[in-house]
């Protein structure tokens, strides 16, 4: 999806030159396989919006992982780097002090806004209990970085088990909530913003088994 958007909006402007100025948002969906996406089940498209956003944008159809777990993963999307380069090669492993797209584009004087769902991804406690930026961490050089909550008054009993994750829904309201204050904060100093939000969705357990909009499950039929 990021890639999708970056092509169909910021690649072009990169390459000329006028990319200054300009938001970037990077969207995860933890765990996505490759083979659903543009896939259709009984005529029914699996990706319908991701599909418009590959049609619209630019699609890469050969990309693979760079480890097969979200935080070794993630490492290597937020530096470029292979994990043992980066270091993050254990889950108790964490991001090191080295060069990160939220501390580039946080030098060059963006805002940065970061809301995870992927208990892996939350923010690292400062040395006083806080969890403010401490030199090192995906939350490093982030504005503000969230962990999306679950909303567990949504919970049945049978989905007690998913409580650790939050819905798309979730993420979504704490996305917008950020995004709104990080947008007046960027009105006020004319600086672009960059957005990184991670969905967990597409990931076991996958979602409430409350169907959404009736098309839940359709990634795992």
Not at 75 to 95: C, D, K, R
Request: hydrophobic letters at 40%.
């Amino acid at each position: 999806a990021a890639a999708g958007a970056a092509g169909g909006v910021g690649l072009p402007a990169i390459l000329s030159g006028r990319s200054r100025g300009m938001n970037v948002v990077l969207v995860i969906c933890d765990a996505m396989r490759a083979d659903v996406i543009g896939r259709s089940v009984k005529g029914m498209e699996v990706t319908p919006n991701l599909n418009a956003l590959a049609v619209g944008g630019l699609s890469f159809q050969n990309a693979f992982s760079a480890a097969p777990a979200t935080k070794y993963s993630m490492a290597s999307i937020m530096t470029g780097l292979y994990p043992p380069a980066h270091g993050v090669e254990f889950a108790m492993y964490t991001l090191p002090d080295c060069l990160s797209i939220a501390r580039f584009l946080s030098s060059r004087g963006l805002g940065t806004i970061g809301v995870v769902s992927n208990p892996y991804m939350e923010a690292e406690f400062g040395p006083d209990g806080s969890k403010k930026p401490c030199g090192f961490g995906f939350n490093d050089s982030f504005d503000s970085y969230n962990m999306a909550i679950p909303n567990r008054a949504d919970l049945s009993e049978k989905d007690l088990s998913l409580e650790a994750f939050s819905s798309g829904e979730e993420v979504n309201r704490t996305f917008f909530r950020c995004l709104d204050r990080a947008s007046v904060l960027s009105r006020k100093s004319g600086a672009p913003l960059f957005a990184y939000v991670h969905y967990m969705d597409t990931h076991q357990p996958w979602i409430r088994s409350r169907p959404l909009e009736g098309v839940t499950g359709r990634f795992h039929a």
